[in-house]
């Protein structure tokens, strides 16, 4: 609140000082900028002012203590103001004391600030060296095959990693700030003699339009920029791996970092791209074939299997096995509950074991979920609230969401599966087939910053076929995706 009133302050008094046409910037109004910035910052104990003499007069810096090591003020500025002013003067920035709000966000974003006295003059030092986290392994992207390392939440370090990977000067990151109360750096991310422009501009625009208090994470600036927030599908890849962004990134697509955020986001993004991983290009194309097989078909076989259970017992038991049949009647012989209410029952059951072993200790979530499942399935089974078959339908249906390598796609598996219980519950096959035809439909009416959500199949591009459900040898995979592909090209 204090440095929301400081701004105010701070744009009233620009625009005070704008209605006189013989302004002068001089050292009273450094003298005066000084001022206001310790005025309101009193109860901001992480600012510090120090008066320190030197070879060209008193000099005042003016930094965050929080934002600052010790160790890199002594290097960067101290000794420098000690021993070698010229040092400053070559490393440093002038800045115009009469655009306070410049000065404050750069107080604010861990620059030094440093006032000569005796030459009215007003620089900044970048002494930004707060503390990060170190770059590891991903927790939930892992692979066999391939870099383990994983984005941290440093934006440096984060745009360090894919350089390190793309070491071409066409690679441009552009740098902005969002964010009306949080003031959040982000990068875009492209390579500029290959980026589709329309793409580049109409993103430019929806960040131009973002109008959001804060973003502590790049999940949130995601689902503001989409192109239909009401869509349960995610329509922009996010990953945490440096090769994987790297990927898109020369194929032509754009990369969103954000600072304070591990995660990086994808534009455009295609439904096909949802299924894919960076570890089906170390494979071989016979190995990623069939895992991209198993994660695209077993989307469609988890929200399929259960509202199958439901369906057939309720309204089409004729589509059974005459065996299958009495075995499943055996099996639900004690159940009092239809079909229906067992599978939402049991489903739910599911929902809470996953949420409570992942909001507890690594270890302790694990022995929660096993055990968990474990001693709740065949206690229900025994009590008679539901039946063995479905509890291992309903486990396959689970494994079977954790497919996709994109987390938010498992999530969404798990939303849509409910309304195709609750249309077979209703409606039988009936109903199911009109959910399907709804999903379908949803599919083809989204699009991912205006390219259609399902590309390469709708509109067909004969050469993006070679990289998606079936994953050709590498010989063949060295065009871009129509995608991302600008109409020159």
Known sequence: MKFKKFIRAIKSSENDKASSNTKQVNG????ETIELIKKNTTQINDVVFKKIPTNEGIVTIVYSNSLVEKMTMQVMVLIPLANHLNQIHQVSEKIDPADKTEIISKLMGGQTLLYFHDNSLLLSIDTYSASTRAITNTETESTVIGPQDAFTESLQVNISLVKRRIKNPMLKNENRIIGTESNTEISLL?????????????LKNRLDKVNYPSFPDVSILKQ?????????????YMSVRPDSIVHYILDGRIA????????????????MDMFISVEDYYNRWTTATLLRMLRFFGFFLTIMITPMYVSALTFHPEILPYELLLNLQES????????????????????????????????????????????????????????????VLVATSALLSFLPPIFLMSNTSRFVRYIFILSAGLFGLFGQMLALAWLLAHLLNLSSLGTPFMTPVIPRKAGDLLDGIIRFPTAFLKGRSGISRSKKK
């Open 28 to 31: 009273a109004d450094i003298e």
């Open 190 to 202: 492209y390579v500029e003699d290959i980026v589709n422009k329309e793409n580049l501009e109409m």
């Open 224 to 236: 503001l920029i989409e192109d239909n927030p009401l869509s349960p599908f995610p329509q922009y």
């Open 256 to 271: 969103i970092l954000m600072d304070n955020s591990q995660a990086a986001i994808v534009c455009p993004t295609s439904f």
């Open 332 to 391: 639900r012989s004690k159940v009092p509950f239809p079909p229906l209410i067992e599978v939402l029952f049991i489903e739910l059951i599911i929902e809470v074991l996953r949420e409570a072993g992942s909001r507890m200790p690594a270890k302790v979530g694990q022995t929660i979920g096993i055990v968990g499942g474990i001693v709740i399935g065949t206690a229900a089974v025994e009590a008679g609230l539901i039946s063995n078959i479905l509890i």
